[in-house]
């Protein structure tokens, strides 16, 4: 399946394999957002494809508005019944003691589980090929150690696997340099896309892993214009 980005199916050889939940990975501002709603607009107009947006960070007047900006036009696409915009910023809002009923439970569990039954539901609704969960790490901030954090990212892949769709889950990168610690989503996820902005703003996408594939593994520079974001997957990074 294309990725709806030229050069980074360059990269990957032809596309991602269908059905596979790929991470993408990178600091504030290095456009994991730009590259799931180009996956999500190829797959929606150019391919006839349904294409799903879980936002967990931003409203979708303000994603609708800043994807226009990129020349994406998601509101006709919606019009049109090929898209669909899940809005999951309420659950980082669920204070730490909730109650269902009269019954005390952890906000940030009831978030989760929440948040999982919205996925399941939509995805049995609309019946997606493609799907990007924006972002997991305002889903998991409120699990910070490895040992808790472990079980919410296998939650939340496995709800994602068991649909047919093809799926981007960004995460936000913890730690930088050569010796960062990986992250359990990392070993989860079936690919990872690593996207970093090196000294002087060299931005530079990589794949890290994509099981089952024959891919170019070297990082590669990538640019973001008014037209979005795109991979020169035959330059080398210096
Ligand atoms: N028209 C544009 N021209 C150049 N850069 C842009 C444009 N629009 C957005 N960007 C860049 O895109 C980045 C934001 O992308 P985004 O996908 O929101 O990042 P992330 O989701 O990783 O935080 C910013 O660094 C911004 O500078
Ligand atoms: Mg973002």
Redesign the pocket.
Known sequence: MSSGLSGLDVMLDGGFNRGRVILVLGEPGTG??IICSQFLHYGAAERAENSMFIGM?EPKSRFLKEMLALGMDFARLEAEGRFRYIDATDVRKIPEQARVGRIAVGGRELGLVNLLETIQDAIAKFEPARIAV??MSDLVFRFPSVDERRPVVLDLIETLQSSSATTLL?SELLSTGEERLLQPEEYLAEGVLLMRTLRKGVRTIQILKMRGSKVDTHPRPYTITGKGLEVLATEEVY
């Open positions: 994991k957002t960070n924006d972002s960004t």
